[in-house]
């Protein structure tokens, strides 16, 4: 089983409040690399049509990665409230 496979088999209960808030005003005044488009393992960072990065949240595995490397702190990001978020079905 791929890891797409495996990720597919995840259940999510999304909470209505985003646990991921982009400052957009920081991206587009300090970030050339935008490094959150590569690092999502489940690929949730993609760009708009206004060229503006944007978060799906809901499918977020809550890894922690696009907060460690975002070096301009242009996000706000915690876990989902209590009884929201990602369940794992592989660990
Ligand atoms: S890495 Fe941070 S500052 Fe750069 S585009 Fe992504 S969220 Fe914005
Ligand atoms: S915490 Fe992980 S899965 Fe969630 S958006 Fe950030 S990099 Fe993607």
């Known amino acids: 089983m791929n890891i797409e496979a495996k990720l597919g088999l995840d259940v999510f209960k999304v ?3 985003p646990h991921i808030v982009i ?4 991206c587009q005044a300090k970030c050339q690399i935008r490094y ?3 690092i999502c393992p489940a ?3 993609t760009l708009d049509k206004q060229d503006e990065v944007q978060v799906n949240y809901e499918g977020c595995l809550e890894c ?8 301009h702190e242009a996000l706000t990001w915690q876990y989902p409230r209590a009884g929201y978020g990602v ?5």
């Open 43 to 45: 690929e949730l960072y």
């Open 36 to 38: 959150c488009l590569n």
């Open 64 to 71: 922690g990665a696009c907060l460690m490397a975002c070096e």
């Open 87 to 91: 369940q794992y079905r592989f660990g």
């Open 15 to 17: 909470d209505t409040e």
């Open 23 to 26: 400052k957009h005003e920081i």
